[in-house]
């Protein structure tokens, strides 16, 4: 069975410029959730989604936004770039909502310059 | 609100000898999950072992187990026979059932390295 995958792996942006990140779960799995790295702040969850409906989102300003498909694979865009966007985000996928294993995609790497 | 710590940042262990990672946490959910994630340099975070709070036994998978003590909440990485593949930073989190508590809540992780 294929594992969770992220595309691109690596995004060099400008300030003010927006982005879009995709994931792709593990085939059968309903729920996405979204997580950024930074060396500062460490992993901080964004948001999940399940059955194609945010169910929980992070503490992170209204830039922040995403959304799923009726096939489970799932966007999140970043409007408007700033430097303190640059960071590993990681999607990660489970069967359902509850204490369920997340399992990682190999993360996007972006940069803002 | 959920809370894991890890106090250890780093991490030496000689090869083939056993370490142990240490992890607790806090939570007012009655039922949760405690998971070990490693992530190598390349940055992808992989799934290392799952304890149930309702699981009686300690988990155990191939070289990992977890030392789960539910009243002194902590969660327990044991690593045996290390390998120097094992070099990598090694995240403790849990995951609850209600509200907010779903969403996987991190530790700041251990940077394990593995000497030869």
């Known amino acids: 069975k294929a594992g969770v995958t992220q595309t691109p792996r690596y995004l060099i942006k400008t300030r003010g410029q927006q982005v879009t990140l995709s994931c792709s779960p593990i085939?059968?799995?309903?729920?996405v959730s979204w997580y950024q790295q930074t060396p500062g702040q460490g992993l901080q969850f964004l948001f999940e989604y399940f059955s194609e409906t945010q169910r929980n989102k992070g503490n992170f300003p209204g830039r922040f936004s995403g959304r799923q498909f009726s096939n489970s694979r799932s966007e999140m865009n970043v409007s408007t770039l700033e430097l303190g966007d640059s960071a590993l985000y990681l999607c990660a996928s489970s069967w359902n909502r509850d204490t369920d294993t997340q399992y990682f995609g190999p993360g996007t790497r972006l940069t803002v310059l | 609100a959920q809370k894991i710590t890890q106090t250890q940042p780093g991490m030496f262990v000689q090869e083939k000898e056993a370490v142990t990672l240490d992890c607790t946490y806090d939570t007012s959910d009655p039922s949760y999950g405690l998971f070990w994630y490693k992530q190598p340099s390349s940055g992808e975070m992989i799934f290392l072992i799952y304890?149930?709070?309702?699981?009686?036994q300690n988990a155990t998978e191939g070289r990992y187990s977890l030392n789960f003590q539910k009243a002194r909440k902590s969660a327990n990485l044991v690593i045996s026979a290390s390998q120097l593949g094992d070099s990598a930073m090694y995240f403790c989190a849990m995951r609850g059932i209600s509200g907010s508590a779903r969403q996987l809540t991190f530790g700041s992780g251990t940077q394990l390295t593995v000497l030869p």
């Open positions: 085939s059968g799995h309903r729920s």
């Open positions: 304890q149930g709070s309702y699981d009686q």
